[in-house]
């Protein structure tokens, strides 16, 4: 029935013979028991509190949108939204999942900027992706382009931008200038490589040593990472002494505790720290020399506020553009992940967020697969 509904779809979109009967008739089509959600009434471990449940919805009226969801990615912040642990609490009962990429299947009559086919992505928080269908207002959805990849549209809204804004708000850099981060294997870390790749900034990330230590760095050389050190190497390194590089103007930090005091000993004087995580559950230490001394600045950033702030403005525009343009053109790649039917998704929930630092791997339901 799901196919049969996709290709009715396609097929009246093509000949422009979408109307409201029709869009009555794909919403009757839909009403069946593959319409499935994963929902919380209390906060808790997901793997305790989320549970399945079924229900339909309904035709979209004026300016509502129905979406069929594709893919949804596990971030941290999911995790602890579910726990209670995030500043961002959606009222209970709640369905989780901040991103996601979906395809429009039927849209209201009021509606004038997205069309049956098109692609779609949330265009703001706790829309709640981890559903297979669902019923938005056009405001809340953002078009991309079918030529970026279906995995890297479901993740465009929270890795890509927190780079992207780190690295373009808090020092004006130059090219050539150095960056250095820890959590170098991550989401974000990843993105930031790539960027300053681009960009033509020299990247120095910090990871935690494994047994295939050499592999991860071999990764993040062919991202374009300029040096690839572990927690131990980062104290005995001179590449910043030697002028192999130049001292760092801006550090990225998602760990703390002694991994950030290790980078921010590094930081060129009157360069800027920023707290974006604290995967470690360690507190960030600030050396009083840093503040005196090397007049060093520690902030914090985070992605949420930023979005509420500057919905609508060009600057928000102007990097999903840009963003989605490296995309399209293959400069941008997508972390390591790894797609999880939508009927295990314990796997993810109890895999996505770990302390140790050393998974690397995003996850991301495949909500086409019950």
Not at 175 to 191: E, H, L, W, Y
Not at 287 to 292: D, F, R
Request: charged share 20%; proline share 6%.
């Amino acid at each position: 029935m799901i196919i049969y509904m996709k290709n009715l779809i396609l097929s009246l979109s093509r000949s422009n013979m979408i109307n409201l009967a029709s869009v009555r008739h794909i919403n009757t089509m839909i009403k069946t028991d593959s319409v499935k959600s994963l929902f919380y009434k209390e906060y808790g471990e997901p793997a305790d509190v989320l549970h399945v449940t079924t229900q339909p919805i309904n035709q979209p009226e004026n300016n509502e949108v129905s979406v069929k969801w594709l893919l949804a990615p596990v971030n941290p912040a999911d995790i602890n939204t579910i726990q209670g642990k995030y500043p961002s609490k959606p009222p209970l009962p709640a369905i989780p999942g901040n991103e996601g990429v979906g395809e429009v299947i039927a849209i209201g009559s009021n509606v004038k900027h997205l069309s049956v086919g098109d692609r779609v992505i949330p265009n703001g928080t706790n829309l709640g992706t981890w559903r297979t269908y669902a019923n938005y207002t056009s405001e809340e959805l953002m078009k991309v382009p079918k030529e970026i990849g279906t995995i890297e549209a479901s993740m465009l809204n929270v890795n890509p931008c927190t780079a992207y804004r780190m690295l373009k708000d808090f020092v004006e850099l130059k090219p050539g200038d150095t960056i250095i981060q820890n959590g170098g294997n991550s989401a974000v870390g990843q993105m930031v490589i790539q960027l300053c790749k681009e960009w033509n900034y020299k990247s120095v990330s910090v990871v935690r040593d494994r047994p295939n230590i050499q592999e991860l760095k071999n990764h993040l050389s062919s991202l374009g990472a300029d040096e690839i050190l572990t927690e131990n190497e980062i104290r005995k390194t001179q590449i910043f002494k030697s002028k192999k590089l130049p001292s760092p103007k801006l550090a990225l930090n998602c760990i703390c505790g002694q991994n950030a005091l290790e980078i921010s000993r590094h930081l060129a004087h009157g360069g800027i720290m920023i707290t974006y995580g604290g995967m470690s559950r360690e507190p960030l230490t600030v050396p009083i020399s840093a503040l005196i001394f090397k007049d060093i600045t520690f902030k914090g950033f985070w992605m949420t506020a930023w979005t509420k702030k500057n919905m609508d403005s060009i600057e928000r525009q102007n990097m999903f553009r840009e963003l989605g343009a490296l995309f399209k053109n293959k400069k941008l790649k997508a972390p390591l992940h790894k797609l999880v039917p939508f009927h295990q998704y314990q796997e993810a929930v109890i895999n996505a967020l770990h302390t140790d630092g050393r998974t690397g791997v995003k996850y991301i339901l495949d909500m086409t697969k019950l």
